[in-house]
T-cell receptor, first 114, second 112 residues
Framework: DTEVTQTPKHLVMGMTNKKSLKCEQH?????MYWYKQKAKKPPELMFV???????INESVPSRFSPECPNSSLLNLHLHALQPEDSALYLC?????????????FGSGTRLTVV | SQQGEEDPQALSIQEGENATMNCSYK?????LQWYRQNSGRGLVHLIL?????REKHSGRLRVTLDTSKKSSSLLITASRAADTASYFC????????????FGKGTRLSVIA
């Protein structure tokens, strides 16, 4: 299995809702990442997990809460989002935080906040 | 923060022509990577070139790296309509544990 699977593919949520994005990989990768991407912009790093521990938080607002329950799974919990949080949310994984590896990306979750 | 700057921002060519995209960066790197993104989809890793390499090939892709100029180029030969996508360079800094830093990307349109 050489894929990163993200669910759901599309999500529409109200500003008072709580929802979660899910990311799964079975490649034995020990580093996992959340990115946010606006239209016609590059991906922006949000969080990095290494060996299931949060390694980097790029000053992301607390309405985004990451979780790594095990080495294959990464969640992003969403609460009280704003319309400007609407974006494509991408999950990625790599063999490790070692800089020699490329990343494998999922297809993303298209989030719309209404 | 983004380090790579791609040039041009957008490129439109006819099928069969070659497409060249450039990337410049600011700090020292361990390697530089190129990714493709089809509209609204995830990024796909294309090629990785290490700082001690000058040129690398993969199928119709040719990547060059000039560390003295802190620049890289991606050449796609004999382009196809299916090559229409955004292309991003990403630099891997020398500092261990530092994630990739993505450039702003080049939007390539290949017209059949």
């Amino acid at each position: 299995d050489t894929e990163v699977t993200q669910t759901p593919k599309h999500l529409v949520m109200g500003m008072t809702n709580k929802k979660s994005l899910k990311c799964e990989q079975h490649m034995g990768h020990r580093a996992m990442y959340w990115y946010k991407q606006k239209a016609k912009k590059p991906p922006e790093l949000m969080f990095v997990y290494s060996y299931e521990k949060l390694s980097i938080n790029e000053s992301v607002p607390s309405r985004f809460s990451p979780e790594c329950p095990n080495s294959s799974l990464l969640n992003l919990h969403l609460h009280a989002l704003q319309p400007e949080d609407s974006a494509l949310y991408l999950c990625a994984s790599s063999q490790g935080l070692d800089r020699f590896y490329g990343y494998t990306f999922g297809s993303g979750t298209r989030l719309t906040v209404v | 923060s983004q380090q790579g700057e791609e040039d041009p921002q957008a490129l439109s060519i006819q099928e069969g022509e070659n497409a060249t995209m450039n990337c410049s960066y600011k700090t020292s790197i361990n390697n530089l990577q190129w990714y493709r993104q089809n509209s609204g989809r995830g990024l796909v890793h294309l090629i990785l070139i290490r700082s001690n390499e000058r040129e690398k090939h993969s199928g119709r892709l040719r990547v060059t790296l000039d560390t003295s100029k802190k620049s890289s180029s991606l050449l796609i030969t004999a382009s196809r309509a299916a090559d229409t996508a955004s292309y991003f360079c990403a630099t891997s800094p020398n500092d261990a544990g530092t994630p990739l830093v993505f450039g702003k990307g080049t939007r390539l349109s290949v017209i059949a």
